[in-house]
DNA sequence: GTAGGGTTAG
């Protein structure tokens, strides 16, 4: 199923030469042109490539450097008369596009000083530096300032501050905001006013809402585009919501006339990569390369790179790679992380290793995330040395560590049982200013029930309290799970019936962790009792589920319901794992399970292990 | 001359 992606993009190589590209021949020895017309066409190549009529660039919006923008403002500044509010306007827009936010509102500031004209325009650059830094107070004090200066705000200054709430997640001050400007009348909100707040709802799991906000700007005359439908379909398909999202798609499409654009395709395409459903991306790959104003582009290709790393199928991904080069894309610094990741992910350090050490010479610099995929092979194959050197290595080379660094050293540093040095670690996250998350939380509760300091985590989970990171599902597996190996069940028990209390639901893996703890001290049957819980909680047994009771009854040499547990995982196209299978096989040698049940049990074999298992048959 | 949407890591 995945090879068939992989054709339907050669596919496309083909489609493309098929349809604009005479048939192949040799350019040199070729008669049928002469230079005038591949000059000619490469002028027309050109062309197409360049900025579709734009004006050319004033000298203020072609600075490179900061150097330069300082120097070009000084000179501005000296003229007399001062040069126009444009000019100002352009260079200020330069710098923020450079990404010195700082430096750009310090130029502000001098226009300000040196009663430079200042209006809109530049007011609202001005405002988004400040957004951009997540210093939207600051963004709102120049807001102030327009009054003071009787320039009147336009929707662009709003829609800037807006976003700036949405970055910072204030999204309950966004909300009020946009309700005030409708409200109060100051400005009529645009389809970008929409899609930012939209963007806001859907950034907090408010799909529901942000498809009225959708439905309220047509109702109110502001006709919904691209941008907007794009928006809440990738946060539909982020959600895993992926019927809704194609519905939404169809709506746009098909009842709206809207066209989709290559954004639209990624997201549905990164969507269905999600959920594994192979042959729909396919088809969407299919459809997107047919319609020639939706060619995928790089970051289409670094979803397909990185699918094919999770499903553990580098060789795929590379051959992906290899389309991204023959079709004179440039694979950038994320498709490479992906490959990284993906090595380190089945454990080929030597070749996760040897592509970090390649970078450099493909003009690629690594990034923090980089490193941090790298660190996550070296930490989960215990080699943490090696671990520890890299983390040095990424200050050395001037990049900070984030939360996800520091949390991938813990989870190393824990498992080989240097809970000391974890420890430390821990300190100098905190002394760095990152604050740990709810990852870092459960790797740390994690790391301390692996190393029996249960007490410890236990106490850190008390001291915590009442907060989001105690109200994580994943949370309270770790701690179950850490109990009822140390044999606390009564501590595992009560914090299983904490869940109903905080009304939180739990997971199939919450209630397999406490149906093993329960059959590890032998209690078959409130572990039963559990088990048949699940299905009517709308949480049904997985296979892990079942193996783990199975294994229970089994240690404890209870036959009674071994069949009916073998038949009913039939029923459900479950699996034995080879642990389980290899103890049913012992019962029926030493005469415990009867014979007649070895037909069922070599349906519950799963293909990969016949291989290397002997089952009798 | 100013605003909004899609990719990688624990």
């Not at 997971?507 to 078959?524: A, F, I, K, P, Q």
Request: include cysteine; charged fraction near 25%.
């Amino acid at each position: 199923m995945m090879a068939r992606t992989i054709s339907h993009l050669r596919a496309n190589i083909r489609f493309k030469g098929d349809s604009f590209l005479p048939p192949l021949q040799n350019p040199l020895s070729s008669s049928r042109f002469s230079p005038h017309a591949t000059l000619l066409a490469s002028l027309l190549h050109s062309i197409s490539f360049s900025n579709n009529g734009d004006r050319p660039q004033s000298r203020y919006q072609k600075v490179t450097n900061l150097d330069h923008a300082f120097n070009l403002f000084d000179e501005m500044t000296q003229r007399r008369p001062l040069p126009s509010v444009v000019h100002f306007a352009q260079l200020l827009n330069a710098v923020a596009k450079m990404k010195h936010f700082s430096s750009c509102l310090d130029l502000f500031k001098q226009m300000c000083l040196i009663g430079a004209p200042v209006n809109e325009y530049c007011i609202s650059i001005a405002i988004k530096c400040c957004c951009q830094m997540s210093r939207t107070n600051d963004g709102f004090a120049l807001l102030a300032s327009c009054f003071r200066r009787a320039v009147v705000p336009n929707v662009f200054i709003f829609n800037t501050l807006l976003d700036g709430l949405v970055v910072e997640n204030r999204i309950a001050e966004a909300e009020r905001l946009f309700k005030k400007l409708i409200k109060q009348k100051i400005c009529e909100p645009n389809a970008v006013t929409y899609s930012t707040m939209i963007k806001g709802l859907c950034k907090f799991g408010n799909n529901d809402i942000a498809i009225g906000l959708l439905r309220l700007m047509d109702e109110r005359g502001c006709k919904p585009n691209t941008v907007v439908y794009n928006t809440i379909i990738d946060s539909l398909c982020k959600a895993k919501m992926i019927e809704d999202a194609f519905k939404l798609f169809n709506e746009m499409v098909f009842a709206k006339s809207i066209q989709p654009d290559v954004i639209t395709y990624t997201s549905l395409i990164h969507g269905l990569c999600n959920l594994c459903r192979w042959d729909e991306v396919s088809k969407l790959l299919k459809e997107m390369v047919e319609d020639v104003r939706i060619s995928p582009d790089i970051q289409t290709f670094n979803i397909l790179v990185d699918a094919f790393c999770k499903e553990g199928r580098v060789d795929e991904a590379e051959a992906v790679i290899d389309i991204i080069v023959e079709r004179g894309e440039v694979p950038n610094i994320v498709t490479y992380n992906s490959l990284i990741d993906g090595c380190c992910l089945r454990g080929e350090m030597t070749k996760a290793r040897s592509l970090f050490d390649s970078l450099t010479s493909k003009g690629l610099v690594p990034n923090v995330v980089t490193y941090n995929s790298l660190l996550n092979g070296y930490c989960k194959s215990l080699k943490i040395e090696e671990a520890m050197h890299l983390f040095h290595e990424i200050t050395r080379k001037g990049l900070k560590p984030c939360i996800v660094t520091y949390s991938t050293m813990l989870q190393g540093l824990f498992r080989v049982g240097r809970c000391g040095a974890a420890r430390k670690f821990f300190d100098e996250m905190r002394a760095q200013g990152l604050i740990p998350n709810e990852c870092t939380y459960g790797i740390i509760l994690d790391g301390l029930c692996n190393n029996h300091q249960v007490e410890e985590a236990l106490s850190l989970f008390h001291l915590v309290g009442d907060s989001k990171l105690n109200s994580n599902i994943v949370v309270y597996t770790i701690l179950i799970e850490g109990a009822s190996k140390c044999g606390k069940l009564d501590i595992a028990r009560d914090l299983f019936q904490d869940l109903t209390l905080k009304g939180l639901q739990p997971n199939v893996r919450t209630y397999t962790v406490m149906v093993s703890g329960l059959c590890g001290e032998g209690l078959l049957k409130e572990a039963k009792h559990l088990f048949r819980k699940m299905d009517e909680s709308g949480c049904p047994p997985n296979s892990v589920t079942y193996n783990v009771l199975l294994q229970g009854y089994l240690k404890k040499q209870n036959y009674d319901d071994v069949e009916m547990l073998l038949q009913e995982m039939d029923g459900r196209r479950y699996s034995l794992d080879a642990s389980t299978l290899s103890m049913l096989i012992d019962e029926i040698a030493a005469g415990s399970v009867d014979r007649s049940m070895l037909k069922l049990i070599g349906k519950l074999v799963p293909k990969e292990m016949m291989d290397t298992t002997a089952v009798p048959r």
